[in-house]
Every structure is written in C-alpha cells, then in structure tokens.
C-alpha cells in the first residue's frame, strides 16, 4: 500500500542516518523512479527528502556529541568538515555543538520523524504515477474554509447528482487563500455549468476500488492523515476527484 511504503522509506532514513543514503534505494521502496520519488515526497510532507535527512541528522546527533569529538561527529552525520557541520548546527539549533559539548542544559530544536499515524485499512487501496493531457469538464462549484469541504462536498453531492444524473463525474479543487472551491463536474456541457479546464501534467493517482457505501469515510481519513502529520504540512490536499461506477481516483498534480 502507498502510505505503508512511504512509513517504510521513512523507516530506512531512520536507521541510516549515519549512513550514505542512496535515493534510489528510497526511490525502490516507493516503486518509482528518483525524481518521481523526490516529487512525491515533497507534495506529501511538504518538504524536500534531502532536507528532510538534514533535519533528522541534526535532531539525532546531539546525542553523539556528548562522547564524540565535533569532527567525528561531522564525519559521522555526512560533513567533510566540523566547520559545515557547525555552521548547519547553528542555523537549526541556534547554538553551536561547542557550545553544546560545554553546557549540556541549553535548549535544542528537535525535528521528530514523520509517519502516517493511522491505517486506512482499505486491502484495495492501491496507486500510480500517470501523466495525463489537458482534460475539459463543466460544473458548478461550493466554497468553504478547507476543513469544511469534506462534509459540503457530502452534503452537495445529492443535489448534484439528483440534477443532472451523471454516468461519472470529477471534483476539482482550487484554493484561494483560507477557502477552496470544490467543483462538481460533467464531462459533457449542460445548463448553468461552467467549463474546468486541468492543465496537462504528471499526476499522482490513489484509486480505490471497495465499497462505493464508504467512500466518504474513505476520503475524509485521506484528508485526515494528509492534514495530521507530525511536524510538516502537505503542499496541498486533493487536487482532482475522478468518480466513475466502480473506481474512484484520487489525484494529485505533481508538477
């Protein structure tokens, strides 16, 4: 599953963070190539992976500062010299490990891993990485704050469906600061609807193939795990919703 291999690519920095990290080898965890793989991390935790190894390494090595030379720490954590090392300890800590080595009581930032907290438990959960032309909709849309939209979107769908009886149909998300838009879509023109346009691009697709019953509970624990991570945000939340009569595609736009 996708949120077990990205625990397990976090898992591996873990346990390597005195070692030479190999993005292909992080890359494979994921099952995607390098840059793919660089792209996903930073839309899913909002953040780079090489900064993401940088904050790790000097969150954990102030341990080894109490027993270790400044060099050897150095070494150990990846700098060729204590001089980067120090300099990267002090932008992230406010002080430098000198400092730390004399007084053991100054206050430290910590950097804590981040991990998916909770299982969507959904065996037919799945994904992929497609790269898609730009595609035309019509609809109408609902506004409210982020946190909102999940229940609006719930609340709507009815309405929407009762209307127009779509075959399928596709929600496209846009943000405009605090609020968002929430698009409800067909793929042919009607009255009264608008027309969408998605920019062509690599998309990141989770699709979900169980009980079409519980698919918003399904979506709100994507949202929730999308929003709840420990120390980092994601860029943005689902970018476009693809409904069809037996799969659903979650998509996020990854360039």
């Known amino acids: 599953m996708f949120f077990d291999n990205l625990n397990l ?4 920095i873990e346990e390597n963070l005195t070692n030479n990290l190999d993005m292909g080898k992080l890359a494979g965890i994921l099952g995607t190539n390098q840059d793919t793989f660089k792209r996903i991390f930073n839309l899913i935790y909002g953040i780079s992976v090489t900064e993401y190894i940088k904050k790790r390494r000097l969150s954990v090595c102030c341990a080894d500062l109490k027993d270790n030379s400044v060099l050897n720490v ?10 980067g090392f120090s300099r ?12 730390l080595k004399q007084n053991k009581n100054l206050k430290l930032n910590a950097f804590l891993p981040v ?8 065996e037919t959960f799945n994904y992929s990485v497609e790269t898609w032309g730009a595609q035309k909709f019509f609809g109408y849309y609902v506004k409210d ?14 309405n929407f469906f009762f209307r127009y009886k779509p075959s399928e149909y596709c929600g496209v998300m846009f943000y405009e600061k605090e609020e968002g838009k929430f698009w409800f879509c067909l793929k042919e023109p009607a009255k009264d609807l608008k027309e969408v346009v998605i ?7 989770i699709n979900y193939l ?14 929730s795990e999308l929003g709840g991570l420990i120390n980092c945000k994601p860029t943005r939340k689902i970018d476009l919703e693809l409904y069809y009569p037996n799969e659903v595609k979650l998509c996020f736009k990854l360039d």
Do not use: R
């Open 9 to 12: 690519v976090i898992d591996y």
């Open 74 to 83: 150095a070494l150990m954590y990846g700098y060729n010299s204590s001089a």
């Open 199 to 205: 920019p062509s691009g690599e998309w990141l697709v």
């Open 145 to 158: 704050k982020i946190n909102k939209l999940p229940d609006l979107i719930q609340q709507e769908y009815p």
């Open 210 to 223: 169980g009980d079409y019953s519980e698919i918003s509970k399904f979506i709100k624990q994507v949202y």
């Open 88 to 99: 990267a300890f002090y932008n992230f800590h406010k002080c430098y490990p000198s400092e």
């Open 115 to 122: 991990k998916f907290s909770k299982d969507l438990g959904y």
